[in-house]
């Protein structure tokens, strides 16, 4: 088992643009990425309510344990050696901040991704 299973949202540009630099700084392959949207997605991970997946991003570590929003960000940017770039936003004080404006941009993230990127979802996108 890798050190973190990331469920991604793969209809989200934004999502997988994010999830494709992950991958690529990951050499080691300690992350593992699974699409919420692929078809055996349910099957394979039956105890992921793709709903909740979909509303706000989740992680899985090595241990069992279960992770969500920034937590899944930071320890992503860990495993690639850059978790001191995200490490602010989990700082107390900052944590909760972040944390809500994390939540209305997971909610908005279609309206962003088509004002930065020009494409609300994709129906194929791919992180390799």
Known sequence: MKNLIIFYDGGCPLCVKEMRHLKKLDEPGNIQFEN???????????????????????GQ???????????????AWSQVGKGWLIAPLRWPGVRWLADKVYLGFAKHRNRISKLLTGQERCSQCRID
């Open 36 to 58: 919420i949207n692929a078809d055996d997605f349910s099957e394979r991970y039956p105890e992921i309510n793709v709903g909740d997946a979909n509303a706000y991003l989740h």
């Open 61 to 75: 570590l090595a241990n069992g344990e279960m992770i969500y929003g920034l937590d899944v960000t930071h320890e």
